[in-house]
């Protein structure tokens, strides 16, 4: 073993030199009064002491139960993207009360005769939501009453039946009047839906996030006229409500009716807006809590809708009946069914369209020999029902739709294909038209769903439709929208322009007039006049 000396002999010059140097550090803070470093830790590295990691502590918070907060007046501007749910009218004479029982679920009384239940995870709501409350923002309130006003003056002057006064070959020269796009909605568009008004043009539009957005469209053109003369961008006459919290999949106004809107959301509830009420009401409500909705159909007469689930089932609701009778599911696939439409000119017949890459199609006089109620299944191989008709694709149908007539059929397939399916109920003279179309959207990008022109207000409109006017639109990934024959399948037109800066991939027809309504996953939208 070394000695003291034989070590200090062995050390090298640098090492001595920094000794020294310690040392006279070392001096220096005694000297000042303070503790000096020890020497024999003196070049060690620090260690940094365990802490949780944050994964942890993500869990502990979350397993944490946090009461809930009382609702707040606040202006709508202000308000984060998870506001809650319940769109209360804030005023101080209506008391808030929130409850949680031992099970965790919760409750909110504001204003109502009734506590209205909230499912775990505010993810659905009961009851009747009042959707005009006050607002801290006056402007906020005279837009949203100016608004509601515009929907009801172009109810009357829709009150005789409308005529169809359109030919496809107009849709050759439309052009956007807006450069651009206006913002409407939050997120993603999910869902349109235009008033047929031909003295208004007015739409309603569904986004991700569950918002519903009433969209003067007559009111921005005016807008837009000015900010040609003094420049800037061009803001839209809106107004939005709150009746979901996930994204809105379908909106029909009813046809006999048009202050009465049907919509329906991924949370598995399908709820009526009343605008002479001024309210929202559930219509149905999936019994499987975790169900979507992924899609419904208005029959021709107004009370009876066909609804589609995540889980490939189908429902026939009567709204006339109680709502405490409990829903006849009938299992049309296997997998999700993005589409359900029934036939306007026959409503015995049916198509759904979904994940099992194919487009089937049901004579719903049959449907009763292989059905579930609820969560029990009844005598059965499987409780699929066979399909009348089923047309195949490579892979998943993004949609199905029925010609106003009730004969062709245009499907929407990620195999990039658009399936125009001619006399589908002819088997004689039934046929295909392949049209090769990019469907590629991607996640961030809504699936398009080539639609009809006609298609929601067949009911509604007295003069004939014909076949050789027919015309059908959806997306492109250039950022433009196709127009095709419905007759003959070729393209009539291609609608581009250059201040588009994103995809339009949600298109609707105007029901009345030669006009487009495109809205792109920014939540912005486009008209095309």
Not at 321 to 348: C, D, F, M, R, Y
Request: glycine fraction near 6%.
């Amino acid at each position: 073993m070394l000695g003291p000396d034989q070590h200090d002999s062995e050390m090298s010059e640098y090492e001595l030199i920094r000794q020294e140097n310690i040392a006279r550090q070392n001096e220096l803070l005694r000297s000042l009064g303070l503790v000096a470093a020890d020497p024999a830790n003196a070049g060690k590295e620090r260690t940094k002491p365990k802490t949780a990691s944050k994964q942890a502590k993500k869990r502990k918070a979350a397993n944490e139960l946090k009461p809930p907060a009382l609702p707040t007046r606040s202006s709508r501007r202000s308000r984060p993207l998870d506001e809650p749910l319940l769109q209360l009218d804030g005023s101080d004479s209506k008391p808030v009360a929130v409850a949680v029982d031992g099970s965790g679920a919760v409750s909110v009384t504001a204003g109502f005769s009734d506590p209205v239940p909230i499912r775990s995870g505010n993810v659905r709501t009961a009851g009747v939501i009042d959707f005009t409350r006050d607002s801290d923002d006056d402007e906020d309130r005279s837009s949203r009453s100016a608004i509601i006003e515009s929907l009801m003056k172009a109810n009357k002057s829709d009150s005789k039946p409308l005529k169809r006064e359109m030919l496809s070959s107009h849709y050759i020269n439309l052009k956007s009047p807006i450069e651009g796009s206006v913002k409407i909605t939050r997120e993603m568009v999910f869902a349109i839906a235009v008033h047929p008004s031909v003295d208004m043009m007015l739409s309603l539009v569904g986004d991700k996030l569950g918002n519903l957005s009433l969209w003067d469209i007559s009111a921005t053109l005016e807008r837009n006229k000015s900010r040609a003369v003094e420049g800037g961008e061009v803001e839209p006459v809106v107004c939005s409500f709150k009746p979901f919290k996930k994204p809105i999949s379908k909106i029909v106004f009813q046809h006999d009716k048009l202050s009465k809107v049907f919509m329906s959301s991924y949370d598995g509830s399908l709820r009526l807006m009343d605008l002479e009420t001024k309210q929202f009401s559930d219509l149905f409500v999936h019994p499987t809590e975790s169900e979507m909705i992924s899609h419904f159909d208005v029959c021709q007469n107004s009370n009876l809708l066909w609804i589609s689930d995540g889980s490939g089932g189908a429902t026939l609701l009567d709204t006339r009946e109680s709502n405490s009778k409990p829903a006849v599911i009938h299992q049309l696939s296997e997998k999700k069914i993005n589409t359900i439409h029934g036939n306007p000119a026959n409503p015995n017949y049916i198509v759904a369209a979904g994940l099992e890459r194919s487009v089937k199609i049901f004579d719903i006089r049959r449907l009763n020999v292989k059905e579930k109620s609820g969560n029990e299944e009844s005598d059965g191989e499987d409780g699929i029902v066979e399909p009348l008709l089923s047309l195949e694709h490579r892979l998943s149908v993004n949609s199905a739709y029925w010609d106003p007539l009730g004969k062709d059929i245009i499907s929407t397939s990620f195999d990039d294909t658009l399936g125009l399916m001619k006399d589908v109920l002819n088997k004689k003279e039934a046929g295909v038209i392949r049209i090769r179309h990019n469907n590629q959207t991607g996640r961030w990008v809504q699936k398009f769903k080539a639609v009809w022109r006609g298609q929601e207000t067949v009911y509604s409109l007295t003069q004939e439709y014909s076949a050789k006017d027919s015309a059908i639109v959806v997306g492109n990934m250039q950022r433009s929208v196709d127009l095709y024959s419905g007759e003959s399948g070729n393209q009539i037109a291609q609608l581009v322009d250059a201040s588009l800066t994103a995809i339009p991939a949600v298109n609707v027809f105007h029901p009345t007039l030669n006009m487009i309504v495109s809205g792109n996953a920014s939540g912005r939208m486009n008209v095309w006049l």
